[in-house]
C-alpha cells in the first residue's frame, strides 16, 4: 500500500478569529508551522499572541477560523484531547506541582496510568509497579538531558525560575509531543540559564524531531533558535519571514518602538522587550 506523505506543514491555522466584550483580540489571523522546524511568533503590547496561543490549544473556542494539525481539524478540541494527539502549551508562569518533587511533577504527567484507578491499584499492583519503574527511568534520563539532576527530589515550587522553565521543558519531552507551543520561556530566567534552555529546545528539535513555536520578546533568543518569524500587531498578521527580514522590517520596528524611532533606522536585534501577554 502506498503510504500518503504527511504535509510540510505540521500545523496550519486559518483565519482565526475571537472577542472579548467586543473586542477583537485575534481577528483572521493565520500561520503556518514547518514540521521539524522551530518559529518564533512576536509583537508588541496586546498583539494577541498568548490568545492565539490559547485558542490553538483549546483553552478558548475561536468565533470562527480552523485549526489544523497533521491536516486534521482540531479547531475548538478541548487541551486534555490535544494533549493526546501531541499538542503541549506552556505557560508564562510555570504551573509546577510545588510540593512534589522535580521527578514526581515528570512521573505524573503521562496518561492512563493503571496506578491512577482505584480498581487498577488494588488489582494490579505488579503492573503499577513495573510502570513506576519505566516512569522513574524516563524522568532520570528527562533530568539527564536537561543537565538538572541535582534538584531531582527537591520540592518544584523551590526551584528559581529558570529551573521551572527547565522542568516544564522535561513535562512536555515525558509526553513525546509532535509540536510545542512555550509561551515567554525566556522571561524572568538569568543569561546562563536561557543559554541551558535554548540548548536543550535546540538538541530537542534536531535530535528528537520536537517541532517548536516561541512567543519570546527577547530578540537575541529569537534570532538564536527561530528559522521563521511570525509578527502579530492588534491580533493580525504583520509581517512573516526569516529572522534577518523581521527583524529589520519597518513595519515590524514601528510597531515595537514607534514609527519616530523606525525612521532613524533604529533595528530590533539584541534588544530585549518589555514582556506582555
Not at 30 to 53: D, E, H, Q, V, W
Not at 207 to 227: K, P, S, W
Request: glycine share 12%; aromatic share 6%.
Amino acid at each position: 500500500m502506498t503510504q500518503v506523505p504527511k504535509p510540510p506543514d505540521l500545523l496550519v491555522v486559518q483565519n482565526l478569529c475571537i472577542s472579548f466584550g467586543g473586542l477583537k483580540a485575534v481577528d483572521d489571523m493565520s500561520l503556518t508551522i514547518r514540521r521539524g522546524g522551530i518559529a518564533g511568533l512576536i509583537g508588541p503590547n496586546g498583539a494577541g499572541k498568548s490568545t492565539l496561543f490559547n485558542l490553538i490549544a483549546g483553552y478558548h473556542r475561536p468565533t470562527s477560523g480552523r485549526v489544523l494539525l497533521d491536516g486534521e481539524d482540531i479547531t475548538g478540541e478541548a487541551p486534555h484531547i490535544l494533549f493526546g494527539k501531541g499538542l503541549l502549551r506552556t505557560f508564562q508562569i510555570a504551573r509546577e506541582f510545588s510540593k512534589l518533587t522535580v521527578r514526581e511533577n515528570l512521573m505524573m504527567v503521562p496518561a492512563r496510568q493503571t496506578g491512577e484507578t482505584y480498581i487498577g491499584a488494588l488489582l494490579r499492583p505488579g503492573r503499577v509497579r513495573a510502570e513506576e519503574r519505566a516512569l522513574r527511568e524516563k524522568a532520570d534520563e528527562i533530568l539527564e538531558f536537561l543537565e538538572i539532576t541535582h534538584v531531582a527530589d527537591l520540592p518544584a515550587g523551590s526551584l528559581s525560575g529558570g529551573q521551572k522553565k527547565l522542568l516544564e521543558l522535561g513535562r512536555t519531552m515525558m509526553a513525546e509531543p509532535k509540536i510545542v507551543f512555550l509561551d515567554e520561556v525566556g522571561a524572568g530566567v538569568n543569561r546562563t540559564l536561557l543559554y541551558t534552555i535554548a540548548d536543550a529546545i535546540r538538541r530537542l528539535n534536531r535530535e528528537r524531531g520536537y517541532t517548536f513555536c516561541l512567543v519570546e520578546h527577547d530578540m537575541q533568543f529569537i534570532a538564536e533558535l527561530c528559522d521563521d518569524v511570525t509578527c502579530m500587531a492588534e491580533g493580525r498578521l504583520l509581517a512573516r519571514g526569516s529572522v534577518e527580514d523581521i527583524l529589520s522590517d519597518e513595519a515590524v520596528i514601528a510597531a515595537y518602538l514607534g514609527k519616530g524611532r523606525a525612521a532613524k533606522g533604529t533595528g530590533l536585534a539584541g534588544t530585549e522587550v518589555e514582556a506582555v501577554t
